[in-house]
């Protein structure tokens, strides 16, 4: 019988796929039961030799677990720092999706006369990641779009993966951990499927339009809603070039970019109490005039946190009573957190993250993010010495809004090593609390979310 050609091939990865997760489920339950074994007889483990089992019992898996791993990384002993390494070397970007392929994604989103709608559609895609793949296109007026098309079947890829996820958990906890990764686990869970969801990346990015509407450093895509679907998002174009194409610059435009990095990051938080959560540096595009770099094109918009306005009134209160050494405070602003059973013991530990991620902040002058550390090593000393601590009091909950926050001030951290900014951070931040009050933050995160369809 003869082969259908590219659709075989197409329907053969899926198959491939599906045998992937079934291989890795059971690579996984095998570690899980060697390493209760272990445990039951006293037997000493190897983190080191563990991690690289874990590593390739997950090899086969390219899609949503790749960024968990990376956002993992990030949180003090979320996994031990062995797993993090492994994780690290896993690609991260699913094989893109071949031209036969897209056509019948595309014909499944927008009918069969699809490619009419359009003027001009690459065939080869510009960039493919994790969820999907983008391809540049032409609309019927001209006007340059970006076409992100969802691999098939990813809402089943998800939850395979976030299956793999509560057992790297499961594997974690029986390891006598530092931390309860139960919230971090619900946190990241929700999260991720979100980001399945176009249209509500498309809202989301209608926020961020409106955040930034009066800001022409930071330029947010235009979403074409008749081009788009739950499954196909479709903006216009917005050239730019990688960050890191800039980071031999000559020191003025190098701070020029990281100033406008933490605009772009720490005014939604502060001002709407809403944060772009993939600090990722392919989410990041600068966009030049007259021929300096001028901003940044701010891209992907389906991993957006919205915090509670308490929340973000307890990152303004640490922040304060870490200024001012106000032990009171800064006790009220982790209870704002969620964070519970407080000893001062407890506070002593939380407060070295604290200062490590405030840091820079406090005080007035210029300097660079961190002094004589790399981008992937950042915070990597202080989460080995929270993680060390926390040892000794047993297991803390962390809050799950906490997750997201971690992460994208890991991750802004790291780009302004990447760029070797000299600012002052102090006066940056105060710019952006000045006159905080709550209810303000309240008032204009209940407006924005509703004009965006997303209250």
Not at 73 to 96: G, M, N, R, V
Not at 130 to 151: E, F, I, M, N, W
Request: glycine residues 8%.
């Amino acid at each position: 019988m003869s082969s259908n050609g590219p659709r075989d091939r197409e329907q053969n990865r899926l198959s491939a796929r599906v045998g992937r997760y079934a291989r890795v489920g059971a690579n996984m339950s095998g570690l899980a039961a060697k390493l209760a074994g272990a445990r039951v007889f006293g037997m000493e483990i190897d983190d080191a030799k563990q991690a690289r089992e874990l590593a390739e019992a997950l090899g086969g898996l390219k899609g949503p677990l790749m960024k968990v791993a990376q956002l993992l990384s990030t949180i003090p002993d979320a996994i031990p720092p062995e797993y993090a390494e492994e994780l690290a070397k896993l690609q991260a970007a699913a094989p893109p999706m071949g031209w036969a392929f897209v056509k019948r994604r595309m014909q499944a989103e927008l009918g069969p006369r699809w490619q009419s709608r359009f003027e001009s559609f690459d065939k080869e895609p510009a960039a493919a990641a994790s969820l999907g793949q983008v391809h540049r296109a032409t609309a019927l007026d001209g006007t340059p779009l970006a076409c992100k098309l969802q691999y098939p079947d990813m809402a089943s890829a998800v939850e395979a993966d976030l299956k793999q996820l509560a057992l790297l958990f499961s594997l974690h906890r029986r390891m006598r951990p530092a931390i309860d990764t139960r919230e971090i686990a619900a946190e990241i869970s929700e999260r991720v499927r979100e980001e399945l969801d176009y249209h509500r990346e498309a809202r989301n990015m209608a926020v961020y339009r409106e955040i930034f509407a009066e800001e022409p450093r930071i330029r947010v895509p235009e979403v074409d809603d008749r081009l788009s679907t739950k499954r196909l998002l479709t903006m216009g174009w917005l050239e730019g070039g990688p960050l890191l194409a800039h980071k031999d610059d000559d020191l003025d435009t190098r701070n020029h970019l990281a100033e406008v990095m933490f605009r772009a990051w720490w005014h939604p938080f502060s001002h709407y109490g809403v944060i772009h959560g993939d600090p990722h540096l392919g989410n990041y595009a600068v966009f030049a005039e007259d021929g300096r770099p001028a901003g940044i094109n701010l891209l992907d918009y389906g991993c957006i946190r919205v915090f509670p306005p308490s929340f973000v009134a307890g990152v303004v209160d640490l922040y304060r009573g870490l200024l001012e050494d106000d032990e009171a405070r800064i006790v009220s602003a982790y209870e704002r957190w969620g964070f519970q059973g407080l000893t001062k013991d407890l506070i002593e530990i939380l407060n070295i993250w604290a200062r490590f991620i405030y840091g820079p902040l406090l005080s007035d002058r210029v300097r660079s993010i961190a002094d004589g550390v790399s981008p992937a090593q950042y915070g990597r000393k202080e989460a080995f010495r929270v993680h060390q601590a926390l040892k000794e009091k047993g297991p803390v909950t962390v809050p799950r809004e906490f997750v997201f926050m971690d992460r994208a001030a890991i991750g802004l951290g790291g780009v302004f090593l990447h760029l070797r900014a000299e600012l002052n951070f102090y006066r940056l931040f105060n710019e952006q609390i000045e006159d905080f009050a709550i209810e303000d933050v309240a008032a204009r995160q209940q407006g924005v979310l509703a004009r965006a369809g997303l209250a």
